[in-house]
């Protein structure tokens, strides 16, 4: 039996309007997207890796989208900020379908930090200072708006003039964390943030998302394979597993009764890591190769 | 004629004997590359005895419709050579290269034609059909390094690209230094170039002359020209390749298009 068929009818999906804050600021509708790739003989391969995709993400919200590995979470991310193009269905900023929307635009009003810090070499004032520059900050105005971003960011004005390659992998998220705040996004995307720090750091980066959420009221998408770190900042969350979503509930929701078998299966760690159980035989989109 | 050293057949067949040395050892060590060397050989041998007769023909016509196709030949050539480098799976990559290697070469010699030799005709073939070939073969090694580099820096450099068109800069803010890197790596062997002509290698245009025993001011001269015809050549061809490349890596909507890297 493969996973598509334990969804059944159970599946609990929030659509388009289950924002607990009335308007949505991002409703994704429909989403799918297929990959293409040349391949060595002149041909194409395509793979889906989302499939019908929908869920919304209320004003100020943290919104979780969980699931395991491979299940198609950073490229939803990537559609969200533009890096991507979806192949069907719909994505709104505050009801404006983002599809007619200028991308760099789109890109400040909704930003993103990766697994990796990603950080441009230089000081970390050039990479903060780069974002600003970006945004039209006067040269003057940046390292005053670029210190207040690296506090956010739980980091002292003295390493403006640091080296950021120089940092702890820890330290170097928090300037990528900084560097998407000087934009001053309204809707934040955050790809697993903590998956290459240590336990330590990763919680340091985990309080540092509730108090953003709390002190900015930014609107936060944070996507994680960590059960723990989902409860303990999301207020609701979206469970992607195989590219599709089988649920989209409040944290106790789905934690504590999960409408679908699916949700269920993932949360008590007994899902193999392909969205399938047991040892069926995938036919549902393709998962593997990673999240991309 | 005095201080001309004349070679017979004799003599090439002799020296023959000095890519021997390399068929050798290719086939000693078992370097797989015996075959290549081999067709080289006779390739080489038979490119210029054809492109002899070939240019005799072509200076004895003196139309300028065939010095054109001539060196719309050399153009092809060289297109398909600098796109042969590039072991990605992009289309049009031919087009790419021959587009820029044309842009540099086109550039050049009609400034060159028409304010420094100034010819009449402006296709008198003693002339165009060298003094191109020079500054084709140059663009073509130019664009061919500055394509590659400028995919492998992009696909090195994929994080902090995309990590800057997520912050909304545009495609061309987002690999601005990819585009740098490119264009320096194409321009690295002229610039060595014209540091180092006639302190380490005399250039092949000076070396025929003084073998020829002709070696004037007049070759002096036209050896600057040449040099200064290789840079704007190599600089055009790198700058054009490099715009096309970022016009083809990105699409409209400043997406980086992964399956090209």
Request: proline share 4%.
């Amino acid at each position: 039996m493969t996973f598509r068929l334990l969804l059944g009818s159970e599946a609990r999906m929030g659509g388009s309007t289950a924002t607990p804050n009335g308007e949505a600021k991002l409703a994704v509708e429909g989403l799918s997207f297929t990959r293409s790739r040349a391949t060595a003989d002149g041909g194409r391969s395509e793979r889906e890796v989302l499939r019908d995709v929908s869920f919304s993400v209320g004003e100020s919200e943290v919104f979780g989208v969980i699931g395991p590995s491979g299940a198609g979470k950073t490229t939803l991310l990537r559609l969200l900020n533009g890096l991507d193009t979806p192949s069907g269905g719909s994505i709104a900023l505050d009801g404006q379908d983002v599809a007619g929307m200028e991308m760099t635009d789109l890109r400040r009003r909704v930003g993103m930090v990766f697994q990796t810090p990603a950080l441009f070499r230089g000081t970390v004032g050039t990479n903060v200072g780069y974002a600003l520059e970006l945004d039209g900050v006067p040269r003057e105005e940046r390292e005053g708006r670029g210190i207040a971003c690296l506090e956010r960011a739980g980091l002292p004005p003295s390493f403006w003039a640091r080296d950021a390659l120089e940092l702890s992998q820890g330290e170097q998220q928090r300037v990528a964390f900084a560097r998407a705040l000087a934009a001053e996004p309204e809707v934040l995307l955050l790809d697993e943030p903590t998956s290459a720090l240590d336990p330590a750091a990763a919680s340091r980066i985990v309080a540092l998302v509730g108090g953003l959420n709390k002190e900015v009221g930014v609107t936060i998408v944070f996507v994680t394979h960590l059960l723990d770190q989902a409860r303990q900042i999301c207020d609701r969350a979206l469970v992607l597993i195989g590219g599709e979503g089988v649920e989209e509930g409040t944290i106790p929701g789905l934690f504590d009764c999960p409408a679908c078998e699916a949700t269920r299966l993932f949360i008590e760690g007994r899902l193999d890591p392909h969205g399938l159980v047991g040892n069926a035989a995938p036919d549902g989109p393709d998962a593997g190769g990673g999240d991309r | 004629m005095t201080g001309y050293f004349e070679l017979t057949w004799l003599d090439v067949t002799i020296s023959l004997s000095l890519v021997g040395v390399l068929l050798v050892v290719a086939l000693v060590q078992r370097l797989g590359i015996a075959r290549g060397v081999f067709f080289g050989m006779i390739r080489t041998f038979a490119q210029l005895m054809i492109i002899g007769y070939v240019l005799k023909f072509l200076f004895d016509l003196s139309k300028w419709y065939w010095i054109l196709l001539m060196l719309a030949v050399m153009l092809v050539v060289a297109a398909r050579t600098a796109a042969q480098r590039d072991e990605s799976r992009q289309p049009g990559r031919m087009t790419t290269a021959g587009v820029a290697i044309a842009a540099g070469a086109v550039v050049t010699m009609a400034t060159v034609i028409a304010f420094v030799v100034r010819i009449r005709p402006w296709y008198t073939p003693e002339i165009v059909i060298p003094l191109s070939g020079m500054v084709i073969g140059n663009t073509m090694n130019a664009v061919a390094l500055t394509t590659t580099r400028f995919r492998s820096e992009v696909s090195h450099q994929r994080g902090r690209v995309e990590a800057a068109l997520a912050l909304g800069a545009t495609s061309s803010q987002a690999s601005s230094r990819p585009f740098r890197e490119a264009m320096r790596a194409g321009l690295i062997p002229t610039m060595n170039a014209l540091m180092v002509v006639g302190l380490v290698q005399l250039p092949g245009m000076m070396s025929g002359q003084i073998i020829a025993g002709i070696l004037s001011v007049q070759a002096v001269r036209y050896q600057i020209v040449v040099m200064y015809m290789i840079a704007s050549g190599a600089a055009i061809g790198s700058l054009v390749a490099a715009l096309l490349m970022r016009r083809q890596l990105f699409t409209q909507r400043h997406q980086l298009r992964s399956e090209y890297l």
